[in-house]
């Protein structure tokens, strides 16, 4: 599982480009921007992942298959914070909300 739990922001950075708006698409990567640093983390970026995915509605469950990482409650509370100040960065573009309570 690579990649990044929001794909779709990647597709609009590339078509935001595309249509010569790359400020537009720089100021939309940089509101992700937190949250790819986090989710890339060497050991516990799989969980992250996973963590978003499934809190996004995409994924039932978060679990890793052993030996693979948990999250702990700090984990969970660095992610929760991450993820309202992603929203709140997207609110300030213009941009949709997630809703993360799945």
Known sequence: MT????AEMMVQVCEL??????????????????????????????????????RRGVISSAATRKPGPALDGNDEAELSALLVRLNRNLEALGKATYDFSA
Not at 3 to 6: C, D
Not at 29 to 53: C, M, N, S, T, W
């Open 17 to 54: 480009h595309a249509n010569g708006k790359p400020e537009e698409a720089e100021d939309l990567f940089d509101a992700y921007l937190p949250l790819v640093r986090h989710e890339q983390q060497i050991g516990i970026g799989l969980a992250l992942r996973k963590e978003v995915l499934r």
């Open 3 to 6: 990649g990044f739990a929001f």
